[in-house]
């Protein structure tokens, strides 16, 4: 059964203290890791998908990045608006499966 | 471009109703899927529609149902309520081979 663990559960940042979090996954094989970010109130709202290893996707603070295990979420000089909850997907490659999600990271950025 | 919209925002039920939920996809989009998102279990897959079709079913009791219209419109329904059915229900579309695309899903509370 595919799984997807994101750690850690909720990570406190100082306002430009750079950081990363963790999305580890198991798929017979993959069609693609996707990273989400949620607001409160909110719908997830799509930022990367990384298809192979050694894949790595950048925008703004943010960059994610895939071996074959895992994935990380790369966030550099994090300012207060980039708290959120941030989610992790895999979807495997066989068929049109759906998306399994991990249960994500809550994010808190202080000024 | 308008994004996936979700009606109602809100809703307040009793155990033993039913209720409907409805979902309009980005314009083109002919895939919806429908997901619960709570804290405990984070988002959990319910189905997804494509062309009309249920293309794939989570592991929910048969109490939760959907369709899709000619127009890609999706509807989904929960009979006999159940306090554990508290949730935010999300509705996500898409195209062929691309991302999921959120809407900000329906708060469902049961009294």
């Known amino acids: 059964e595919d799984q997807v663990t994101q750690s850690p559960e909720a990570l406190r940042l100082q306002e430009g203290e750079s950081s990363s979090l963790n999305c580890s996954y198991t798929v017979s094989g993959l069609r693609g890791l996707f990273w989400y970010r949620q607001d409160p109130g909110k719908g997830p709202e799509f930022l990367f998908t990384l298809y192979s290893a050694g894949e790595e996707k950048e925008k703004e603070r943010l960059k994610a990045t895939l071996t074959k295990k895992e994935s990380f979420l790369h966030i550099t000089a994090p300012k207060p608006e980039d708290s959120a909850t941030y989610l992790c997907?895999?979807?495997?490659?066989?068929?049109?499966?759906?998306?399994?999600f991990g249960k994500g990271t809550r994010l808190s950025v202080i000024a | 471009k308008a994004g996936v919209t979700q009606t109602p925002r809100y809703l307040i039920k009793t155990r033993g109703q039913q209720v409907t939920l409805s979902c309009s996809p980005i314009s083109g989009h002919r895939s919806v899927s429908w997901y619960q998102q709570t804290p405990g279990q984070g988002l959990q897959f319910l189905f997804e529609y494509f062309s009309e079709t249920q293309r794939n079913k989570g592991n929910f009791p048969g109490r939760f149902s959907g369709r899709q219209f000619s127009n890609s419109r999706s509807e989904m329904n929960v009979s006999t309520l159940e306090l554990g059915d508290s949730a935010l229900y999300l509705c996500?579309?898409?195209?062929?081979?691309?991302?999921?695309?959120f809407g900000d899903g329906t708060r469902l509370s049961i009294l």
């Open positions: 996500a579309s898409s195209l062929a081979g691309e991302p999921q695309h």
């Open positions: 997907a895999v979807q495997e490659i066989s068929g049109n499966t759906p998306l399994v």
